[in-house]
């Protein structure tokens, strides 16, 4: 609100500014579980950039289960999700404790993934469905837990996104229900490799595991960071003099392009 003085120090007129409320921590003070996971978040993107790194340098295959590319992909990625799930939770009706329990869960769950396929790939070997001796089941074991403590961590965040807040413009609401919306395919997709590529392996299938296990890759990589996509678009929209009607149909026409886009990733996995 600014307020205009006479001389006679007497109001002439006031002018109120709207201010959206979506434009950064709603009733919450950045907190050190924000920090921290946001420096685990840089550290695990600069090591999938270091190995990118090393790639470029040493060579070596790009694909396959024995690939460069999977230290690097999986740096990047797990860091911009940890990120991005530390920003948006920060929006959520979520008790301060109970936040931070999951996201130092969540944290530590991504080292230890990012650690396992790291640790694997330079010891030339597959990371996921390699049971062969004690310390690669050791790793794909861990893997396999780790992944299941990140759907559980993400799916209780997913649940408070579909709580109602008062708090919150109508677009970043929307935009946060898209974005864990698409993110619970991603995961549900991921759920989905690894049960295929386990079924395989126990199968006595090992190398069909690690050729198909991967099928649905496209539609995971592009839903998995729909939750950045969507609640940023609603953050972005909220500095420009658009009304809130205006926004929340913008969010909406974005949130149903990327459901499509992750249908065509869905008939590319599916296809090919």
């Not at 109508?170 to 993110?183: I, N, T, V």
């Not at 049960?195 to 496209?218: C, E, I, M, T, W």
Request: hydrophobic fraction near 55%.
């Amino acid at each position: 609100m600014l307020v205009f003085m006479n001389d006679a120090g007497q109001a002439r007129r006031i002018v109120v500014i709207d201010a959206p409320s979506n434009l950064g921590v709603v009733g919450r003070r950045a907190e050190r579980i924000d920090r921290i996971a946001y420096v685990i978040g840089v550290l695990l993107i600069l090591a999938g950039l270091f190995h990118l790194a090393v790639f470029a340098v040493r060579g070596g295959p790009w694909e396959g289960p024995v690939s460069w590319r999977k230290p690097t992909t999986f740096g990047v990625s797990f860091g911009l999700t940890l990120m991005t799930v530390t920003w948006v939770t920060s929006y959520l009706r979520v008790g301060s404790r109970a936040r931070a329990a999951l996201l130092a869960i969540f944290a530590a769950d991504c080292i230890v993934e990012v650690a396992g396929i790291t640790i694997q790939a330079w010891r030339h070997v597959p990371s996921h469905f390699n049971t062969v001796g004690a310390l690669n089941r050791s790793i794909a074991m861990s893997l396999a837990v780790g992944g299941a403590i990140l759907v559980a961590v993400l799916v209780s965040f997913a649940v408070a996104a579909f709580r109602s807040n008062p708090q919150l413009t109508a677009s970043m609401q929307l935009a946060l229900r898209g974005g864990f919306a698409s993110m619970l395919i991603g995961l549900a997709s991921g759920v989905a490799m690894i049960a295929r590529g386990v079924s395989l392996a126990n199968g006595g299938h090992q190398q069909l595991a690690y050729q198909l296990g991967g099928f649905l890759k496209p539609v995971h990589a592009v839903s998995i960071h729909g939750l950045l996509v969507l609640p940023a678009l609603a953050w972005l929209l909220a500095y420009m003099r658009w009304t809130e009607r205006r926004r929340v149909l913008a969010v909406a026409i974005a949130t149903a392009m990327y459901g499509v886009a992750i249908g065509i990733a869905l008939i590319v996995s599916l296809t090919r």
